[in-house]
């Protein structure tokens, strides 16, 4: 069983398109992130999140705390955006879980 | 910025040797972190370090081990590399209490065991 579920696993978009991958997880947790991996390896975290929303340029987080649900929107997709993007939950302390990650391709 | 920097980026050892992966964050994390990333299975916890010399198993801890002598630097040791240990290794760190900040993670090991 995972904690965390994420969908889709895959994902191809044409650039310009508005991208949705969610995240739900089962276990009650202090915060939420949502991690970016470029082909390569290295992870950078892209937003940590506890309630509500947030935005940083063409993306945007939401979680829903009662639902156990949140969503990274990416707004006018772009090549650049192509990536493996990885929900993780944190619990108290320092226990963290991982989303298997959705991949995304962004077609020119 | 944390800069936290993995020796190697890819390394290919032999079954039964002895493997060393060093990881050094400059940001004086009190945690750190190694994974592994297995496709279809995410990021999975090998070991935690929460202090210097202090250890705690992860979900995955066999075949591995740590070593924390100094804050800044958390090695992870393969005692005798197994071809099942063939993985992306990954090291993060985080300051200490601090519960809403993220994990900073390395560019990641390409790990082949032949």
């Known amino acids: 069983k995972n904690e965390v579920e994420q969908s889709p696993q895959n994902l191809t978009a044409q650039e310009g398109e508005f991208i949705t991958i969610n995240c739900s997880y089962s276990?009650?947790?202090?915060?939420l992130h949502w991690l970016q991996q470029h082909p390569g390896g290295g992870i950078v975290s892209l937003f940590m999140l506890s309630s509500g929303k947030k935005k940083h340029g063409r993306l945007i987080a939401t979680i829903n705390i009662q639902e156990k649900h949140s969503s990274l929107h990416i707004t006018a997709s772009h090549p650049r955006d192509s990536a493996v993007y990885i929900c993780a939950v944190r619990l108290g302390g320092n226990q963290f879980y991982f989303g298997t990650g959705t991949s995304l391709t962004v077609i020119p | 910025d944390v800069k936290v920097t993995q020796s190697s980026r890819y390394l290919v050892k032999r079954t039964g040797e002895k493997v060393f992966l060093e990881c050094v964050q400059d940001?004086?994390?009190?945690?750190m972190f190694w994974y592994r990333q297995d496709p279809g299975l995410g990021l999975r916890l090998i070991y935690f370090s929460y202090d210097v010399k202090m250890k705690e198993k992860g979900d995955i801890p066999e075949g591995y081990s740590v070593s924390r002598e100094k804050k800044e630097r958390f090695s992870l040791i393969l005692e005798s590399a197994s071809t099942n240990q063939t993985s992306m290794y990954l090291c993060a760190s985080i300051p200490g209490g601090a519960i809403h900040q993220p994990q900073h993670f390395g560019d990641g090991t390409r790990l082949s065991i032949l």
């Open positions: 276990v009650g947790i202090s915060a």
């Open positions: 940001m004086d994390h009190e945690n």
